[in-house]
């Protein structure tokens, strides 16, 4: 269940009245704010609140071109412009609010990145839900064997079983010690009047890092889309992967033309070396490059012809 | 004249027509939205959107107190408690984007508060404008003899005529000169056939930094506050203190909770080290403590009698 | 054990000689660099690398200050004035580098602290320690009946001893099961070879948030001190206190003048809002002044005579 | 003159004796330290602390892939690796602090670079040196007629000669006006002990933005890559780019190895976009791609050419 009972009824009086206002107004993004988009067995995001739109990003590079760009016919050209040539500050000037629900060990990814607002569920405060993770059987991904971070084959048969029965047992167990030790169950109730009960911010600990946590989460649109292009590259891991591709999404909602020039110019571009680009030029000449004659390491070489397709 | 022609055209467009949003709205600061005010002679700012408001803050808030703040009763009592403890994550939930007109030096002062996005008019792209700030008679302050980097009595008389002579004869032959090394007026008309004209990124570099320039900033709340507290400080310099006492009004019509536990908590408040603390328990207590039994260098007891009022 | 053989066998060959430089050097620093200091029971911090020292501070602010501050007679009183009127600038301008052993719930905390950089040990590349915290005994605080975030008495007898099971024996059969799933050992053996075993980054899911993790971590010496300030605090959780306490120590070796001023100004100071201060300038001219004459809520007047020790 | 008799006679000092240190030292770094490199025509850098070398790179990013790295048998590799995948954070472990002497314009792009700790020389408390930045003829460029942004040819004649008459001319007497102001000479000197003067802090403003600043300004190696990349690029302008150029022959000095990566994969690198990566296969397969086949715009068709050498 991605929102409690009470979150459910303020999200349903929220969107039962709009009020009138003369800030940019982004009418696709509104139709889904509030509502949870389910991720996962028990996360989500929402979209809380957003300043700006597309034209935000053009109206603030317009005054960093002054009256010089009174020629620049068309905003879409500006945008795809901007984006192309990194030109980040204008898109800076957009702002993103979600409030999210996330396994622990996605938590402690996403906080990696740094340039951003967070107010996350607190477990010295309050009560941690019992709720925990467990991967659908076609992510039980085996150790890949020549990729130390990556994933290999879907584990099949009596291992995967034995390992989706660890990783339950283990958590709920985990949970219902986290409750004796408080002395005091999810919903507060005390066990044994007899005992204190462990501080919260300590009995916590016994929690492992597949239960969930929650936050509230701000960022810009520049550093958003820096997330997304990482987070959603297939070499994240799937788990965070899936929450950046939902963010594309809502991106697409939001600021439709920055979304579509961030698709072209950043998800499925690639960065060229020096040496990397010679060897484009000489083939393209007509020259019959190898790896020896590249002046690239082999590792190197492999890159490239990934990237052309070869 | 703080906006030209085509920007007046536009804020009245704009504001001829509102849009629903499902977003928590702040009556008080819509109705000034776009409008600019007015800021010494030729500058301004004008509130350009903003995100949240004060419930936003008790909103992240709760997220991070979870199930245990369901006895908070009250949104002001737990702003105020957040803003008097420095829980300053839930008030970065919040964001504010201006369009300001300010002389460059103070521009300088500003730039130095980094956490907050800028786009600025470019000199390298477009013309810089007509308009330098001159100091109203009354803000013509001398050096301070006791402060090395404060102001002290108003000139009079004949240094002060002479003083505005030279800032006004000064600024406007350097424009002058500007448009003759551009070979170019402010208006972009060419001046001589003949002349190729010096690039706009090098010429610019004759104008003193009492032109005006212009960015977008957006900055969030707890940022914002720390920026008001330091630049509507009295130690700070007269021409950035007008624009922070504007943005001090700016936030009483966005977040006025926020802004009233502001002035209580922040604006008038000081902070007394170990040993100024241990001095006025003393003196509570009856004793007659002096510089001398205090422990507190000569400075500091000056700063501590201040503090004190006496 | 702090550090692994091959840690230590480095931390020995690095301390056999020195190098000579003309930087800046801090000699009671260099006695301990990269020995670590144990904390709790697996934890430790080590100074990898810093730069500047107090001379730095003042050297920094010299230049803000220019030919302006050739009065100023000694560089500790310059420091103290910086700190005391929160100049902060010249604080950044030394900086810390340390390794640092931690459990994941302090690590999680730890994070938030944005102004730094970190490089974490990664559980999807490599296979996590064996090694998770545990209280000591006297540190198994019960939950405080008054403060929602405090810890009260101590539990003891049965009640501990059962606490300390669950962690112990929850502990140890989450890894075993970590090392089933990966089909692997905390060495790397392979434990069956007709499985696959999970991928790492899936399997570390189960290790409760009490194992320890470890990074490297820069910072500069003014975040490193509001770090302090907010994690030396009483109301700061024991477990990050201990580290937050280590480093007051390594402080006082680093830049020790600064060190005094910041015990002095920040650590035992308090903030005292406008009306506090009223209240104190009215008690202090002879007037009886209670909370309710003296326009403070409660909560607020409690907390004011909590500072003033009444 | 880059430094003053005092800086000179500091500097001679301190390169008199070297201190034994632990850390890593950067031998080629060390020749140059505290020395002045002089640009432009009053200007300078001078590298003045710095933390870690290429090796503190390889120990943060091994941190991070712990046990699992042992097979890595190469630091340059793994170097490379880093920064040919942008992983960043290994890099953001070394630290650089430079001096720097820079006009107010160049200070006023240079600023925008947020992720940096400045102590800038004060107006408001000190006087401003009388050294203003007049460019050298060959750089006397027109402004370019197809680029707004960018320069033309170079002025010759009695346009150059016009030019630079202005500049210096209205320097000297922006200097001189600024003396009469504050009724004072640089050198601190009364003028005329019936005035009182102008408070520097207002007078500064009579000063063009080629008038040389000064400050000490901190980064994180991976940030001043980043800075050297947008600012060595021939669409900066010269007078910043002079600048960043010497930031790459210090960074030559410091982390050579890092030095060589930067200028391999970043400085001659080109980011290709999702089209333009197809278009290049096609044409590597043998199709005869235009224009108008490609998918791409006049001008992104263009940017593709100009990186293909075409």
Redesign the interface.
Known sequence: MPLNDIQRAEVAA??ET????????APAL?EI??KPIPLLDHGFIRV?????TDS?IV???R???????KKVSEDA?LIR?LL?HRHT??F??C?L?L?IKL???V??QW??H??A???????????MDREF?V?APEH?????VSN??????V?EGE?AA??LE??KE?SK??YQ?YE????CTEE?VVLDEG????????A???????FYT???W?I?LHNLMHFIALRADPHA?YEIRVYAEAMLDILKRWVPTTAQAF???R???????????DV??R??RGEAVTQETSGL?K??WE?LMN????
Do not use: C
């Open positions: 929220i969107r709009t009020q009138p206002t003369y800030r940019e107004v509104e704010l509030y809380i609140d957003y300043m700006g935000a109206q603030a590079a005054v960093s071109y002054g009256k010089g760009t050209g412009y192309r500050t204008p800076e000037m702002e609010k409030h396994p622990i060990f938590a402690r906080i990696r740094r340039t607002n967070v107010n996350e569920y607190s477990g010295r405060y309050s009560i993770y991967p039980l991904a085996a150790q890949s130390r971070q990556g994933r290999g084959d584990l291992e034995r390992v660890i990783l283990d167990r985990a010690h004796e030790m408080m002395n507060g005992k204190q009960g462990l501080a919260r911010e300590l916590r600990m016994n929690l492992p890092v597949n929650q936050w509230y701000k810009d891991q698709q072209d110019y998800m499925g571009a690639a960065e060229l070396s020096a040496q990397g680009l484009i030029r083939r393209l390491s590792r190197e890159e990237v052309l397709g070869a």
